[in-house]
């Protein structure tokens, strides 16, 4: 907290020490944290991951060299990168290995108490100069900023799924976020070759806040007959060419994702057009959580993926 208060010294004198970001910390390695290293690690910095098992790390890293293969067959990168950014990419066996960190990217499951309990146990660990980020879908970053000792230092950097594809990053203040936070990750989020667009922090920013209520809408058309899952994909990915059907873009992204924002609206915007369908809430119920489970709304055990009702 005294490395904190000299900062904070200085940043009040106006003199606030402009940032270079050379190493990154993910907290999460989901289909999101491992996605955010993967193109941060492509763009040459160092990055360690931390999750609550070794198992969650590997399973991402292999993600990562999976997606990067991928990339290599597509002639958008060299083997060299490839090898360069695995490099680059390091496990966190604990929030102390973060001590180094010029940037921390928090990519834990959507639920805002869990949130919480990273932030308060990571800033004890970070250099006074350390800046923090939460890739939440939805979450305030206020609130997120309040619990931390720096919400000066605290941004929303919303990434898109799946990360090396997508070209956005939503960048949310906190109410606290000072002016050279932001331009600092604007900065760093431009350096991964991705663009910005700025939401207010309102709950799920723009593209949740558009995009999961949508997607609410079609389990609501599945829950009361209207269409099968057949259907209802097939009817948006060719008559409003969409890339994926809503709801097989739920599974991408997580029923228990999809929910916990459909939640984050309904109580933040007290309106009752943003209650989750009872058929999501019941896929969550079951653990059916989409791809990451291998069962939602289609079945992914198979060659292909069949509906699941
Ligand atoms: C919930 C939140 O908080 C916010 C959000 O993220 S909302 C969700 C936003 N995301 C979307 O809406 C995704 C919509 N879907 C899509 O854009 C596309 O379906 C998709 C890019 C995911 C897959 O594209 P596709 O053509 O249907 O499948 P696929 O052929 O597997 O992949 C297309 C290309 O991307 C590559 N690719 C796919 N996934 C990749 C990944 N994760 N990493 C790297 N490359 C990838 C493939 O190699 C393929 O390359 P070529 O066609 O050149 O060989
Ligand atoms: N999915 C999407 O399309 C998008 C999601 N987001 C946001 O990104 C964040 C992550 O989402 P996503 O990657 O899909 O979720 P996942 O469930 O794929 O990954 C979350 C990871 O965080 C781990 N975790 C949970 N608690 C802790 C902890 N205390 N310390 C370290 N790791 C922990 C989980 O481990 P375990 O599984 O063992 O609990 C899991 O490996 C969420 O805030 C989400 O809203 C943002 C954009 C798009």
Redesign the pocket.
Known sequence: MVQTQKLMEKSKAGIRPARVISKVGI?????????IAHVVALSGYNVAI????KE?FD??LEAVSKNLARQIAKGSIQESERDQALERISYAPNLEAFGDCDLVI??????EA??H??FA?LCPHLKPTAMLA??????SITRLAATTDRPEDFIGM????PVPLMELVELIRGIATEDETFSTAKAFVESLGKKTAVAEDFPAFIV?RILLPMINEAVYTLYEGVGTVEAIDKAMRLGAHHPMGPLELAD???L??CL??MQVLYEGLSDSKYRPCPLLVKYVEAGW?GR?TKRGFYDYRGEKPVPTR
């Open positions: 907290i999460g390695a989901g289909q999101m944290g491992s996605g931390n999750d609550l098992k969650a399973k991402g928090e990519a834990a499951t959507e639920d869990l949130k309990k990273i146990a939460s890739n939440t879908s939805s979450i919303h990434f898109m799924n949740n991408f992204i997580g228990d994702t916990s924002v959580l990451k």
